[in-house]
């Protein structure tokens, strides 16, 4: 590889008209690299500065380290077996260790006027804290309105739907920490970052466990969930193959194959597995709509379906418009979409199970059914209820009794009419 940079690479002695691209390493301990000649150019506090001249094109640049050296005298390169020997003239075997520190920005230190924003980030990755910020600016807003919601109605549904809702706004405040202390640093919290990246991906995957309970009718059209092995065992198959994607992405993946996460072989199961539950979720949705047949249960049921399956289409379609975008540009694309279609879709489903709205479709568990018979009970025996003309409903009666076949009524008056109060 080398052998083929002679004709384009600098070197005061092999070919002086070439481009700047090398460094010579060690470098002296508290000295200039031997290839510094002008020390005005350097940094102050390093030992070499490399200045990228073309700036009008944005484009990967890459540092590699490469173990061999130059023969100055017939000016081919060599494998560097080891370090030096003592009288400098030979190369032993021995491995030589190398410590090293880069800091690599966009601009340059000794010009106090840049960019903030854009200063330690690589181009691809420039903007994402303004992104950040703008969702989480989203979230703020949304997820107190959240949390007074559930505190009002205090249902399954809901509650479940807010600490999905709560992880997310968790996960974004992560990323904003790291990234925000890496646009001042260029080091940010690692930690905190892998940490929001995971929880990022365990709130979508309990926002898809609601998506599908809901469309199975539970809280809606029953209180008994069905096939709940399977139900349970999917979501988990699902949020552990996001994270061994993940993992597999920031460890596996080089980065110098410009391609993400959805261009491997792991990205591309998560794809298939998204689209397979999302046909289940189709097929749920249908049945749980042919057994209902309240009005309002089935309007609630097609917005609410309308609104999830765009959202679990959105990946893919966005996974395969990526592969047409640039590297320099694919990881924005793909921060920002997602984190829309996300936000968008807990915007959707806070209205829909607004208290107000979801207290007309979603059920009333077990306990509150029974609590509410009890309270009929003892209004059935306050002393102002007249019982010789109302006839009162026991629990059991109450219970087996369909809504609309009761009736309360009272005896003929004496011209033979009657009152009656239908219950629909």
Excluded at 52 to 74: A, H, K
Excluded at 362 to 388: G, I, K, Q, R, W
Aim: include cysteine.
């Amino acid at each position: 590889m080398f052998q083929n940079l002679n004709s384009s690479a600098y070197h005061p002695k092999c070919n002086t008209c070439g481009q700047d691209l090398f460094r010579r390493i060690p470098c002296p301990e508290g000295k200039l690299c031997v290839d510094e000649d002008t020390p005005w150019n350097v940094i102050k506090s390093n030992q070499f500065t490399y200045v990228i001249q073309n700036t009008g094109q944005p484009r990967f640049w890459y540092i590699s380290m490469v173990s061999c050296y130059l023969d100055e005298v017939t000016c081919s390169w060599h494998h560097y077996t080891g370090a030096p020997s003592a009288d400098n003239k030979t190369l032993t075997h021995i491995p030589q260790d190398i410590q090293y520190d880069f800091w690599l920005v966009n601009g340059s230190p000794n010009i106090s006027l840049y960019n903030t924003l854009v200063y330690q980030f690589s181009f691809d990755r420039q903007n994402t804290l303004e992104l950040y910020l703008l969702f989480w600016l989203c979230y703020i807003i949304l997820l107190p309105v959240q949390i007074y919601a559930v505190r009002t109605q205090r249902h399954p549904v809901t509650k479940l739907f807010t600490c999905s809702l709560l992880l997310e706004f968790i996960a974004l405040c992560f990323n904003v920490l790291h990234t925000a202390k890496f646009a001042i640093d260029g080091i940010g919290f690692e930690g905190l970052a892998v940490a929001g990246d995971i929880i990022d991906i365990m709130s979508r995957t309990l926002f898809m466990l609601l998506l599908l309970l809901l469309a199975k009718g539970w809280a809606v059209t029953r209180l008994e969930l069905t096939y709940k092995p399977l139900v349970f065992g999917v979501w988990l198959a699902y949020g552990i193959v996001n994270i061994l994607l993940y993992v597999w992405n920031t460890t596996e993946v080089d980065i110098i194959e410009e391609i993400d996460e959805y261009q491997t072989w792991p990205g591309w199961l998560v794809l298939t597995l998204r689209v397979a539950i999302m046909v289940w979720f189709i097929l749920e949705l249908r049945n749980t709509m042919i057994y209902e047949h309240n009005i309002t249960k089935l309007n609630f049921l097609l917005h609410f379906g309308a609104s999830s399956l765009v959202w679990f289409v959105y990946l893919p379609i966005i996974a395969l418009i990526a592969l047409q975008i640039s590297p320099l540009w694919r990881f924005k694309f793909l921060l920002g979409i997602t984190y829309s279609a996300d936000c968008l879709a807990y915007c959707v489903m806070a209205h829909l199970l607004w208290p107000t709205r979801s207290e007309q479709y979603l059920l009333l568990t077990s306990s509150d059914f029974t609590a509410n018979v009890e309270e009929l009970d003892e209004f059935d025996e306050s002393p102002h209820v007249v019982h010789s003309d109302t006839i009162a409903l026991t629990t059991a009666e109450s219970i087996n009794a369909d809504d609309e076949d009761v009736i309360f009524t009272r005896p003929p008056l004496k011209n033979g009419a009657t009152y009656s109060n239908h219950l629909g």
